[in-house]
């Protein structure tokens, strides 16, 4: 009976043991059963949170609280939980504090000479065909917070929503005015529109917030260019029919098979009709009509003009990042293209917009991720810039880069690149520097960070970044950490492939810190030198599984799992993982000796640790049992103190045995010259 | 008794060690004076192919960190000798067509005797191996490195020797050994996958006749 009791629960149980994924790596490299460093013991989701969130971004553990960032009801939202995974509040609107108000205040008249130096240029010297539009209904686009009107002189040349005409033979100049009211500050300008006159066979007419050209087959390019400021190539063709011409054998085909009459050329998008030209009607195209593709005002000029900074109270876009420290609350608010700092009780205390640096002129500021670091210093990863951490002063100033990526070729792709055209190396796929995924400041300014694995430079996956801006992660361990290390290359049906894809980090105490892998949804803890504790987590959509990790942060001694789903995940280290957590923590400290003791047990624990071994080893060499120690070392497959034991278990030897290998070599020399001379010697004694 | 072993002595250690220092004397007298002896020369492939077992089993370990698992001593010793053939077979090809006067029991023998520094030095460098420290490393490994250079410069000699060749007729004469020991290579692997190819052709009309039958 006892025996089926046993039976069946061992039977029970065995699908619960299988589930877990629990491995770490040999020194060869090969996969190895090894007791799981932490467990499942809860989880809180939306459910029990009781409030409908997707897209969690970010979270970060502070003091009391948890710190969520994520969508409620299409917006953006700052959950805070208590430490006990209850919720306290949801912040979607951030009040100003008065002395950040009274600074945004000050902003508005920049604001004003932004929006007018941007019309400037736009009216500044330009005669404009008639009937084009202007793009003045289009102002709300730079800021929508402000109220824009027009007033113009002549309503019959420019109308107040930008639409020109001019019926003389002459140019004709129109005043219009711009008045811009911002949080109760006016602004005037008053600007000189110049208007052309009409050609034959090119009419423009307002079509939306854009200008539509009819234009005549005949109609010379060189002529368009100048009148509407374009740059169509002339030494190609002359007239508008060559474009056509040009383009008409490769024409798009829509769903049904029929020939769409309209390509693309230099950013305006032709239309037309075809014609069999008769002697009557001797052109080949009627009816053609060019528009532009793109806007007047594009995102770039909007970029400029931090319109989200005067729209109270604030409301955070697409925000990705999310660090508090003592001094606030960080949020990179991505989309908004800036970085909101919040005093503790959710107040707007300030922000910081542009970075003062060659790459953001030609790609926008979309902040990602940020750390801030005990000086107030703010490190910043950016979408798409691959120069490095952006390192921002306290007052938002930009300070410089830190941290790059290092880019590495093999031999073979350095020589194929050698052997190729200029021409055709800028053909090949661009090296650029990975881009970080993630970074977190320890209490020391050194940066941790994660990036994104490239070919052949996965072992730089985790970064430990010092003040200087060099790489100083300790990697004295089997592997580098990097993730999984082996893994199938190369795509195929039935398993994941690549390397791990590194997306948070998290720093436990002493030095341990784990990194969060999405691909596989696993979690790897490292030791400060490098050495890999153990992997947990797995991949599901039960509840003590994650799918699709997005952060990972420590709260005491528990590690907290942010999944794409919204629960939030709590793993508690088992009686091994605490074992080895509290060893660390000792040797780490110098205390080699209880050290030891506790190796001991995560041996019992877990006899494939390899890793223990070397901590034994450690306690013997400190206590000169050199013997035992080179064993231990051998086991632990570390060479560099076995090499050390070795050295002072010879040394021992050598000095116990002085006496012994002294008179050895007295003998030996001695001997060298007798048995050379010992038929002198021998025949001596014979003739006595 | 003695005067054996002392001929023993004189053709196995004292002979090549000449050789080796005195490479022009020493072939002359090895080709001309058939001072060179098959038996010696086979003697030390089999001890340098059981050298490389024994490097990996015994190696100390500051030295030694390969997987025992990937460990394969048959493996070990038939790449060994595979090598040998192939450079023997592609020198006296080589050499043939470029009017070489050495014949192959000359080459083959010349292989042997070069293998003698690498055989004399890296039988010790096993002992040593365990009694260094990480700091020694590079001791032991100049001296592993000297015993290889030695074995090479002996190989060196000992083809320009026997072929009555010149420096840069060697030279090619290496070169070109290389290469025809990649063709040799090449030819022997589409041979195999061919005739692979060919058995599981018959084995699947044999198949086919016999579902049919």
């Known amino acids: 009976m006892k025996k089926k009791i046993t039976l069946l629960l061992i039977l029970l149980l065995i699908p619960f043991q299988l589930g877990m994924v629990s491995y770490n790596y040999s020194f060869h490299g090969e996969v190895l059963h090894s007791s799981a460093g932490y467990n499942y013991i809860t989880h809180v989701n939306q459910q029990s949170l009781g409030v409908r969130y997707s897209n969690p971004r970010d979270f970060v553990v502070y003091e009391d609280h948890v710190y969520l960032l994520a969508t409620v009801d299409n917006k953006d939202a700052l959950l805070v939980l208590n430490l006990d995974l209850e919720l306290v509040d949801i912040i979607q609107e951030f009040e100003l504090t008065p002395e950040y108000e009274s600074y945004v205040q000050g902003q508005v008249t920049e604001t004003f000479t932004l929006i007018n130096s941007f019309y400037e240029h736009f009216f500044e010297e330009k005669t404009f065909y008639p009937g084009t539009k202007l793009p003045m209904s289009e102002s709300d686009k730079l800021i929508e917070v402000a109220q824009i009107s027009w007033e113009s002189s002549s309503v019959s040349n420019i109308t107040n929503d930008g639409k020109t005409s001019n019926n003389s033979d002459e140019n004709v100049l129109v005043n219009i005015t711009l008045k811009i009211e911002l949080w109760g500050q006016v602004f005037e300008n008053t600007f000189t529109v110049t208007i052309g006159t009409l050609e034959e066979g090119l009419v423009a007419k307002p079509s939306g917030s854009k200008t539509e050209y009819e234009i005549d087959e005949n109609f010379e390019i060189q002529k368009l260019n100048e009148l509407l400021y374009l740059e169509f190539d002339e030494t190609k063709y002359i007239t508008v029919q060559d474009i056509i011409d040009d383009f008409i054998d490769r024409l798009a085909v829509d769903d049904e098979g029929n020939v769409k009459n309209e390509f693309v050329y230099e950013d305006y998008k032709f239309t037309f009709s075809e014609n069999t030209p008769t002697e009557e009607n001797p052109s080949k195209y009627t009816n053609i009509k060019m528009v532009s593709q793109v806007s007047t005002i594009t995102n770039e000029d909007a970029d400029k003009i931090h319109s989200s900074m005067f729209e109270v109270p604030y409301k955070t876009k697409n925000a990705y990042g999310l660090d508090v ?283 494939n640790y390899e890793v223990a071994y070397n901590g034994i080893g450690k306690y013997h060499l400190r206590l000169g049992n050199y013997k035992e120690a080179m064993a231990n070392f051998k086991l632990g497959h570390d060479q560099f103190y076995y090499s050390k034991a070795f050295k002072n278990h010879r040394n021992q030897i050598i000095k116990e045995n002085f006496t012994w290998i002294f008179m050895g070599v007295i003998v030996l020399v001695i001997s060298i010259p007798v048995y050379k001379n010992r038929k002198k010697i021998f025949r001596k004694r014979g003739d006595q | ?176 050994t290389v290469v025809s020991m990649l063709v040799m290579i090449f030819v022997a692997l589409l041979f195999f996958d061919l005739i692979q190819q060919f058995l599981s052709f018959i084995k699947m009309i044999w198949r086919e006749l016999n579902l049919r039958l």
């Open chain 1, 325 to 607: 420290v003592d001094s606030g609350i960080y949020i990179a608010d991505t989309d908004n293209g800036r970085i909101v700092k919040l005093t503790h009780d959710f107040k707007v205390k300030d922000t910081f917009y542009d970075v003062e640096d060659e790459t953001f002129k030609e790609l926008a500021y979309r902040p990602i991720k940020i750390s801030v670091d005990q000086s107030e210093r703010m490190y910043v990863i950016a979408r798409n810039a691959y120069e490095g951490i952006i390192e921002l002063d306290s007052n938002g100033s930009f300070n410089r880069y830190t941290g790059v990526n290092p880019i590495k070729l093999t031999p073979l792709q350095i020589l194929r690149r050698m052997l190729m055209t200029e021409a055709q190396r800028a053909k090949l796929e661009k090296f650029l520097p990975t881009d970080y995924t993630n970074l977190i400041v320890d209490d020391k300014n050194f940066i941790y960070a994660t990036a994104k694995a490239r070919e052949n430079n996965a072992e730089n996956m985790i970064q430990l970044i010092n003040p200087k801006g060099i790489d100083v992660l300790t990697r004295t361990g089997y592997h580098p950490p990097m993730g999984d290390i082996m893994y199938v290359e190369g795509k195929n049906n039935y398993v994941i492939d690549g390397p791990s894809n590194l997306v948070d980090i998290a720093i436990g105490k002493n030095g341990i810190y784990s990194v969060l892998d999405d691909k596989r949804s696993r979690i790897f803890t490292y030791d400060s030198e490098g050495n890999l504790l153990y992997v947990n987590g797995d991949k599901g959509y039960q509840s003590d599984r994650f799918n699709q990790g997005v952060a990972l942060s420590y709260l005491n001694d528990n590690l907290l799992v942010l999944d794409a789903s919204g629960s939030i995940v709590v793993y508690r280290p088992t009686e091994f993982g605490e074992s080895v957590n509290k060893a660390v923590e000792l040797h780490y400290n110098g205390q080699f000796e209880e050290a030891a003791e506790l190796w001991e047990k995560v041996l019992k624990l877990n006899t």
């Open chain 2, 1 to 176: 008794m003695k005067e054996k072993f002392k001929k023993f002595f004189n053709d196995f250690i004292k002979f090549p060690v000449y050789v080796l220092f005195h490479p022009f004397d020493g072939y002359e007298d090895f080709k001309r004076f058939k001072k060179g002896k098959l038996w010696v020369a086979i003697t030390y492939l089999v001890l340098f192919a059981i050298l490389g077992v024994l490097q990996i089993q015994y190696n100390g370990f500051i030295i030694n960190d390969v997987n025992p698992k990937e460990i394969n001593s048959l493996k070990q010793i038939f790449s060994v000798i595979l090598l040998v053939v192939l450079f023997v077979v592609g020198n006296w090809s080589v050499t043939t067509l470029m009017e070489g006067k050495g014949n192959m029991k000359e080459i083959l023998m010349v292989t042997g005797y070069s293998l003698l520094p690498i055989v004399l030095i890296g039988y010790p460098s096993i002992l040593i191996s365990r009694f260094v420290t990480l700091e020694e490393v590079g001791l032991y490994k100049l001296i592993l490195g000297i015993g290889y250079f030695a074995t090479g410069w002996m190989l060196f000699m000992g083809i320009l020797n026997i072929h009555e060749y010149g420096l840069g007729k060697t030279i090619a004469a290496f070169f070109l």
